[in-house]
């Protein structure tokens, strides 16, 4: 199993990002997958939930309304549309597949940074 995120970087306050995790070595269209962070000094938080098929999303009160998880089975790429970031925002975002409601595999990470 492997996971790659890119899309990373810095981002000024209300800007956006896209962030992308291509999937290999399992059937990706048969996975639940998620997006989680961590923020430095702090628990890693679970931002965004997709179904395998993608026809059900689940997000935190903390990013509802701001990101958008989406997935091309096709490609076998899971994605994060992420805006009106704001500070609080900045952290290492994963790439995540679940099983049976674990986070089994997990991404090396990207980097977002939002500020001014």
């Known amino acids: 199993v492997q996971l790659v995120e890119s899309g990373g970087g810095l981002v000024q306050p209300g800007g956006s990002l896209r962030l992308s995790c291509t999937a290999s070595?399992?059937?990706?269209?048969?996975?639940?997958m998620s997006w989680c962070r961590q923020a430095p000094g702090k628990e890693r938080e679970l931002v965004a939930t997709?179904?395998?098929?993608?026809?059900?999303?689940n997000y935190p009160d903390s990013v509802k309304g701001r990101f958008t998880i989406s997935r091309d089975n096709a490609k076998r790429t899971l994605y994060l549309q992420m805006n009106s970031l704001k500070p609080e925002d900045t952290a290492v975002y994963y790439c995540?597949?679940?099983?049976?409601?674990?986070?089994?595999?997990w991404g090396q990470g990207t980097q977002v940074t939002v500020s001014s």
């Open positions: 070595g399992f059937t990706f269209s048969n996975y639940v």
């Open positions: 995540v597949r679940r099983m049976r409601g674990v986070n089994d595999y």
């Open positions: 997709i179904s395998s098929d993608g026809s059900n999303t």
